[in-house]
């Protein structure tokens, strides 16, 4: 009967996503390291790069506002000047693609509005219902200076940079987080503040190359009980 019951789980696609979770999860995430060699050969598929694509626009914003943006880029033609404005570190030109985790440079009142009048179309929320809550996101913005508007957008788009890197963990997707860049270099080269936006953040993706010594590390960590307080 026990065995069975094993064949019977993993033929179920509902219990087989409990296994997985329950098994993959945390032996995922040590598997995952900040990845210093990639396999300038090795290419996400399309199928792939729409999973992180996905994932980041189902990031949690505060107030869902979404005033963080993706750019992913491919061609290495774009990325190679790039190099030199990330110190030199390689990651950007061999990763199979690379992310740039961006802020709008400002927040409009545009922007509030644009956000109800999508929550309206999804959902058909009435006017009197969204009204209040639009007022109020809008004075709380225009009460904020324009760089704490960006601080505001920053502290979203590291939301985003942790989820993409659990995602990535999950579809044995390497990557390497990065903050070590000149991002006025980059906003140049890419043209991003043509499009109001500020470089904050990187995330090469791709495959590790198998010569990488920081691979087969043992990952560092505080022990649980000095990292988490229960109370």
């Not at 990639?38 to 199928?47: E, G, P, S």
């Not at 309206?120 to 324009?146: C, D, F, H, V, W």
């Not at 499009?195 to 495959?207: C, E, F, N, T």
């Amino acid at each position: 009967m026990h065995a069975i019951i094993i064949i019977n789980r993993k033929a179920n696609p509902i219990f087989a996503k409990i296994d997985y979770t329950l098994m993959d999860t945390i032996q995922q995430l040590k598997w995952r390291y900040a990845t210093k060699k990639f396999d300038a050969t090795k290419k996400l598929t399309k199928a792939k790069l729409n999973i992180i694509t996905e994932a980041f626009n189902l990031t949690a914003t505060s107030f869902g506002l979404q005033t963080i943006k993706l750019v992913v880029i491919e061609s290495k033609t774009v990325r190679e000047p790039l190099v030199a404005h990330t110190y030199n570190q390689k990651q950007v030109l061999d990763a199979s693609h690379l992310l740039v985790i961006c802020i709008q440079d400002n927040i409009e009142e545009i922007d509030v509005s644009n956000y109800y009048q999508n929550i309206k179309n999804i959902r058909n929320t009435p006017e009197n219902i969204l009204k209040p809550y639009r007022e109020g996101l809008a004075s709380m913005m225009q009460g904020k200076s324009q760089q704490e508007r960006q601080e505001w957008s920053k502290n979203q788009a590291y939301i985003a940079l942790g989820n993409l890197l659990t995602v990535c963990a999950m579809e044995e997707i390497d990557s390497c987080p990065m903050e070590g860049f000149i991002p006025a270099k980059y906003d140049q080269t890419l043209k991003l503040n043509q499009k109001g936006l500020k470089s904050v953040l990187l995330l090469p993706i791709g495959y590790r190359a198998e010569d990488d010594m920081f691979s087969t590390l043992k990952k560092v960590r505080k022990p649980i009980k000095e990292a988490v307080i229960n109370i």
